[in-house]
Each structure stands twice: as C-alpha cells, then as structure tokens.
C-alpha cells in the first residue's frame, strides 16, 4: 500500500516496506528543471532521513549529460542505497557504463527487474541496521 505519497505532473514518491520508491509518468523527458524538483521532492519526503531508494526510470523518455551531472553532484543526500530500475538490458549496460567512469557517493546498482531491486535495497538495509 502507498503510504506518505508526494507527486507532481512528471514523477511520484512513495513509501513501500520502508523503501522509497519513485515512478515518472510516461513519456518524461528530464531537464534541469525537473531534476531540481525531483531532488527536492525526494528530500522533503526523506524528512532528513537516509534512505533507500528504488529508483524507477522506465517511463523516462530521455536525460542530458547536464542533468546526470546535477544529479551526480547534487543528488545523493539522505541516501545510503539506490537501485535504479530500467526497462531493457541495453539501458542497463549504458546505465553501468556511465557508473564506471562515474563513481556514485552512495551504494548503487541497475537492475530490470523490481523485484531483485527491492530484495537488494532490503538486504543493504539489513546489513546497514546491524552496524
């Protein structure tokens, strides 16, 4: 069930066993605007809380070299783990091309299907709580 849920015209946060969970709606093409909203948003929902992020960006249409270096710089408070969540395999292996060459700040992993991201985000979780 969505509990604590924020959204605008492009993209919903919500909460879902602990996990923060985000979906864009179809079509978005994400510019500098929007991820500066998209950033905001997730920290008011995080209330200055670390999170753990599943990050679902199969609806998204397209995203600049701008705003991944925004996100990059900008994009990584409250959180301790993102599994970000896309819909072909081809966007999976640019998507890990791109964290090669741009080591994240925070625990990151690409997946495909949710449900392996959602059991990732619980086991970082886990492994984190009982530090």
Known sequence: ???????????????????????????????????KELIRIREEISRGEMQYWLYDITNLKSVSKEVRDYADRYGQDYLNGVAVLVNSHITKFMFNTY??????????????????????LLEIKTENTKL
């Open 1 to 35: 069930m969505e509990e604590n849920s924020v959204k605008n015209e492009y993209i919903k946060f919500w909460f879902e066993n602990g996990i923060l969970i985000s979906r864009f709606q179809e079509g978005v093409e994400l510019d500098l605007v929007k991820i």
């Open 99 to 120: 964290l090669k060459l741009n080591k994240p700040k925070v625990l990151f992993q690409v997946f495909a299907n949710k449900e392996k991201a959602v059991e990732w």
